[in-house]
Nanobody
């Protein structure tokens, strides 16, 4: 059974960077679309970025375009979210999720497996 674990969150100042990791065990991520989501206190979970199994197809929410990059390391069975130019509004718990169709999306519906999340706090 596929199991996802996020890491790399923490406290960072505005304008700083973090790299989140989504490490998989139990099954290869090669066949899955992978999405990153975030949830701030009192708000709905929202899609941030995704990468399809072809590794060429990616998507980003408008609020992160030009700042965040998603990538996959097949050898490490891990997907990364590089976050640059962080803003206080980027604060929240970040989750990765796997879509068995292989496509990925910014919507939560297609995803079958979720990690437990990692906290990102952007504050001075």
């Amino acid at each position: 059974q596929l199991h996802l674990v996020e890491s790399g969150g923490g406290l960072v100042q505005p304008g700083g960077s973090l790299r989140l990791s989504c490490a998989a065990s139990g099954y290869s991520l090669d066949y899955y679309g992978i999405g990153w989501f975030r949830q701030a206190p009192g708000k709905e979970r929202e899609g941030v970025s995704y990468i399809a199994r072809d590794d060429w197809t990616t998507g980003h929410a408008d609020f992160v375009k030009g700042r965040f990059t998603i990538s996959r390391d097949t050898a490490k069975n891990t997907v990364y979210l590089q976050m640059n130019s962080l803003k206080p509004d980027d604060t929240g718990v970040y989750y990765c999720a796997a879509d068995a169709s292989g496509w990925g999306a910014l919507a939560v519906g297609p995803y079958d497996v979720w990690g437990q999340g990692t906290q990102v706090t952007v504050s001075s």
